[in-house]
């Protein structure tokens, strides 16, 4: 204060005064009394004022958060959500018939919640095992008593139909754009769906993939080609166009999962080619509801098509050209 110039420390003393009660005399006690309750309404106003002003800033901070979160769930429109193992479709194959390249290349995605089973079949599982309703049913008729490769649009999203890439995707999702995806099951424990990439073949094959031991038990997929069915890669999805023990039909004619073992000795004996056999590693997983939401902005058309057109042999080099080529033969077949 010794450095203060005389109107400062005047200044000082009246914005002082109202947070902290000066001594006056005794005398003056009774005669203060108004000026108490003025010091004491001034100290709560400035008070209110304080925390209206930081309200308001905290309130513009989650605003903008929000804003932006919404901005992203709209230009994503997913929720990349871990399947629980057991409701993933599974071969014999566990995680020791694979290399270390291929079993442990990244940590395991973090567990969903665990939930208690459910005492009654959720609504959007019921909702799932409903067939496809077709856009056009004229359409679809005619289409599943042909004998040529088949495809129709349909309105809803269920296992067995396949999701065809429209509007790109933006930002980390871009990987998506020109995707041909199966979907293969609904969730039970949480509403959300996943299925496989089937146009996103690589340059290796089994061979590379499998440990020796399983490379000897399945010496007939050794050459078979990896595809990339999505970003959660400690899964390995096989569809094929037998039936074998354990395997689940995801629409007539089409399989995921069973033995394949059982596949190889039907490979053996002629009755089918290695073309219908293929290995998937990864998967994609939504939220039903964020892709409802891509659907609904025009980034995918839900298609029904037939095995012959969804099992295409994958190219010697696979390339951006055949990923489309692939995606292109399906929206020809709609046409």
């Not at 442990?104 to 409903?130: I, Q």
Request: charge should be positive.
């Amino acid at each position: 204060a010794k450095n203060l110039s005389p109107p400062e420390i005047v200044m000082g003393e009246r914005i002082s005064v109202l947070f902290w009660k000066q001594p006056q005399p005794e005398g003056k006690a009774k005669q203060s009394a108004p000026a108490d309750i003025f010091l004491l309404t001034a100290r709560f106003i400035l008070f209110a004022l304080a925390c209206m002003f930081f309200a308001s800033a905290i309130s513009k901070q989650v605003k903008a958060g929000n804003d932006n979160a919404i901005k992203t769930t709209t230009q994503t429109g997913m929720r990349m959500l871990p399947i629980p193992k057991a409701e993933l479709i599974h071969t014999e194959l566990v995680e020791t018939d694979f290399a270390p390249l291929y079993s442990a290349s990244s940590p395991p995605p973090p567990p969903p919640p665990s939930l208690p089973p459910p005492l009654h079949m959720p609504a959007w599982v019921e909702e799932s095992l409903k067939p496809a309703r077709p856009l056009d049913p004229n359409r679809s008729r005619a289409a599943l008593n042909s004998a040529h490769p088949w495809a129709y649009l349909v309105r809803d999203a269920r296992p067995g139909t396949v999701l065809v890439g429209g509007k790109p995707l933006a930002g980390e999702l871009s990987y998506l754009n020109g995707a041909v995806i199966l979907l293969l099951h609904v969730c039970g424990c949480q509403p959300s769906i996943y299925g496989v990439i089937l146009n996103a073949p690589t340059n290796s094959t089994m061979g590379t993939a499998f440990c020796a031991n399983a490379a000897a038990r399945y010496p007939a997929f050794v050459n078979s080609t990896i595809r990339d069915g999505g970003p959660f890669e400690r899964h390995w999805t096989v569809l094929s166009r037998m039936a074998s023990d354990g395997a689940r039909e995801v629409e007539p004619g089409l399989y995921a999962g069973g033995s394949l073992a059982e596949l190889q000795q039907r490979v053996w004996q002629g009755k089918e080619t290695l073309d219908a056999v293929a290995f998937y590693r990864g998967y994609v997983a939504w939220h039903l509801d964020d892709l409802r939401e891509q659907i609904g902005h025009g980034h995918w058309q839900v298609v029904k098509a037939s095995p012959k057109l969804l099992f295409q042999p994958p190219q010697a080099q696979p390339s951006q050209a055949g990923r489309e080529a692939f995606h292109q033969s399906l929206l020809a077949a709609l046409t």
